[in-house]
């Protein structure tokens, strides 16, 4: 029965909250809550409606006392209480979602029934709101990019200037170094030949002679050799003897 459940609060808590919870309902036309409340609420809204219907100045005093938000209240009278005219009751419904992820408690979304009209252009002009925020997050993007691929083209050009600074100073420097070696080579070139050959005889003075590892085996005086130059002395003698001789009958 409504207007029975505790809902685990005070009398003055528990009013407060089902106010709020139906001011936020007639304003966003569905919310979602545990079903206990969710049923709470339902009853209320039906009895504001039913005083939406009979558009006096004692049901709007008592619908601002019950309603939280003077804009609320105006709505009530001039949007939402002449879409239901022909209905007797029931202008909610409540849908239940399932347990809740914690304590286990069942879930469920009330919604005022045949209300899209009422709701649904807000939703469209909320979609228009994110569709020109997209729109700027995209211009945005693309202005990000341009700039990117602007400091990006910047960035090649002074690298491209560099390689080039750099091709030029390995050129100039391969250019002394080629100026140097030519140099070197003409410096070499005007040594005179006598310089070289006194190179070479001092280099073939101070290159020691290479030892072959074999040893120098020692000459062996033969006796045949010894008698040859003793059988050569007597016969010089004899020669030069008659050669004197020959000189004094002359």
Do not use: C, W
Request: net charge positive.
């Amino acid at each position: 029965m409504p207007g029975t459940r505790k809902l685990g609060r005070k009398t003055d808590h528990r009013m407060s909250m089902l106010k709020g919870m139906v001011t936020f309902l007639l304003e966003k036309g569905q919310i979602e809550t545990t079903l206990t409340r969710a049923k709470e609420v339902s009853a209320l809204t039906d009895k504001m409606i039913t005083l939406g219907k009979t558009n006096t100045l004692a049901t709007k005093r008592r619908a601002l006392a019950f309603l939280k938000k003077e804009s609320v209240v105006a709505k009530l009278f001039s949007v939402i209480a002449p879409l239901y005219n022909e209905r007797n009751g029931g202008y909610t419904r409540v849908l239940k979602i399932g347990p809740r992820r914690g304590d286990g408690a069942e879930m469920a979304i009330i919604a005022l029934v045949d209300a899209d009209s009422v709701y649904k252009p807000k939703d469209k002009k909320a979609k228009k709101v994110t569709e020109d925020k997209t729109e700027v997050k995209k211009t945005s993007a693309k202005d990000e990019k341009q700039s990117e691929k602007k400091t990006q083209e910047v960035v090649e050009e002074k690298v491209e200037v560099q390689d080039k600074e750099s091709a030029v100073k390995t050129a100039a420097k391969a250019e002394v170094a080629s100026k140097k070696t030519t140099e070197k080579k003409v410096t070499s070139k005007k040594t005179t030949p006598k310089k070289a050959a006194a190179k070479k005889d001092a280099d073939k003075k101070t290159t020691p002679k290479k030892d072959d590892g074999k040893k120098t085996a020692p000459k062996k005086t033969t006796t045949k050799k010894t008698k040859t130059e003793k059988t050569e002395q007597p016969a010089a003698k004899a020669e030069k003897s008659e050669q004197g001789k020959k000189t004094k009958e002359e």
